[in-house]
C-alpha cells in the first residue's frame, strides 16, 4: 500500500447510547469486503443492532473513506482484490487517533492469528449470521469507555441472512472474471467465490474453490479444474436468477 495514507480528519462528537436490542446503537462501521452477500449480511446485523454502516470493497476504497472520517469500529475482510487485510489491519492499528475497533472477518479460521497479529482487537469467522455474535464481537472489540451507554440487550437467537440478489451479483462477478481469462487473477477469483460458497452454506462449491485456489498456489492448474468450476458456478447462478 505504498503511496497511500490516512489523513486523519478532526474527530466530531458522536451520541451514543444503545437502547433495548439494539446494544450497538450511535456507533459508524465500516466494512471492508469484496462480497456483496457478506457485505450484505454484515450491514443487515449493524441495522439490526443500531448502528450506521460504510462500506468499501477494496483496501483504496477503504482508505479513501478513513481520509474523510473515523469510524467507531472496522470489520475487514483478510482476503481483498487490491491485497492482504492484514495490510490494511496493520495500518490503521498505528494510526493517532486509532480506530477504537478493529475486527478481521475471513472463512477461513488460519487467518484469525494473522489479524491479530496485524493489530485486530477480535476475528469473526465467516458466515457471520448470529446478531448474538456479531454485537458481542463488536463490544468486546471496543474500549469500555467507548462502548455505547444504556441498556445492551442482546440478540441470543437471531439469525440475518442477507438477500438472494446479493449472491446473484456475486456469481455473476465471478463468471465475468473467469471470462477474462487473466490467469494472473485466477488464485483471488477462486478464493472469493470460496468465501462465497461458505457464506452461502453450498459445501461442494465451496471444496471445489478452495481445492482450485491451493492447486493455483502450486502453480499447475489443469484447464479442466477451471471449466468444471466455472460451470458449478453457472449452475448456480441460473438457480439463483428463477427465485
Known sequence: ?????????????????????????????????????????????????????????????????LQTYRPDAAIIDMGLPDGNGAELIRLISQSVPRVPAIIGISGDSANEELALQAGADGFLPKPVESLAVFQNAVLSALPADQRPRGLRLLEREDVVLPDRGALRDDLAHVVEMLDSGNPDALEYIARFLAGVARSSHDRPLEDAATALAQRTRQGAVPADDVTRVGAMVQVRLAGVSEH
Open 1 to 65: 500500500m505504498r503511496g497511500l495514507e490516512i489523513v486523519q480528519p478532526i474527530p466530531r462528537p458522536v451520541s451514543q447510547v444503545a437502547v433495548a436490542g439494539r446494544p450497538l446503537g450511535g456507533l459508524t462501521v465500516l466494512v471492508v469486503e469484496d462480497s456483496r452477500f457478506a457485505s450484505e449480511a454484515v450491514r443487515l446485523l449493524c441495522l439490526r443492532s443500531g448502528a450506521r454502516i460504510r462500506r468499501a470493497d477494496s483496501l483504496r476504497a477503504a482508505l479513501r473513506h
